[in-house]
């Protein structure tokens, strides 16, 4: 990814924002100190050509966001190099500082994914493993809600495997436990 991309899939990563919410955002809307984005407005590309500025897809959608203190110097050092000083400057524009258009983030991100031998993630994969990771983590239904911008339980529910999966591991691991002090239990109680 260019340089001045890299923090936008970082921050999409590890925070689950939606693509347009990401690219709406301004400087005031990163807060470095709590390590949090706020999230007040979302870009719509329109098929004319056009974007439009406005509210997130629903009311859920305003909210703030913590992301993981690994992300601060990367998300520091992008705005000190490529946002302006004002505090409505995009975080994440295009070249010629309007609004990043999608297929200049596709064009280089599917450059991206090529040369890692995974073409087939999407960007909007990124939010799915954001949402993923923190019901690993033991997210609850409710949390991903919040996290994600959600309104209701049904899509936050999605990523709730992940738990199931990760409690299939935590099984199979108590399993081996068990094995280990069973053979333990039977070589203390074999006489030879």
């Known amino acids: 990814m260019p340089e001045r991309m890299r923090a936008l899939v970082l921050l999409v990563a590890w925070t689950g924002l ?6 709406a955002l301004e400087r005031r809307d990163i807060d470095l100190i709590h390590g ?14 056009r974007v ?7 009311a859920a959608g305003i909210r703030t966001v913590h992301f993981p203190s690994d992300l601060r110097p990367i998300l520091e050092r992008h705005l000190d190099q490529f946002v302006g000083s004002e505090q409505t400057s995009l975080v994440f524009a295009g070249e010629h500082g309007g609004v990043l258009r999608p297929h200049v983030l596709y064009k280089h991100y599917t ?14 994969d990124l ?30 529910l999605r990523y709730q495997h992940a738990t199931v999966e990760r409690d299939r591991s935590i ?22």
């Open 127 to 156: 939010r799915h493993t954001s949402a993923t990771w923190a019901a690993v983590v033991g997210g609850t239904t409710r949390e991903l809600m919040n996290r994600l911008g959600h309104s209701s339980p049904n899509a936050a």
């Open 52 to 58: 439009y500025i406005g509210p997130p897809k629903t």
């Open 171 to 192: 099984a199979e691991g108590l399993g081996r436990l068990w094995d280990v002090g069973r053979k333990s239990d039977a070589a203390s109680e074999d006489p030879a």
């Open 18 to 23: 939606r693509r347009g919410e990401a690219f």
């Open 111 to 124: 450059r991206a994914t090529n040369a890692i031998g995974k073409p087939e993630l999407r960007f909007h």
């Open 36 to 49: 949090s984005v706020k999230v007040e407005r979302a870009a719509n590309h329109l098929t004319d050509g």
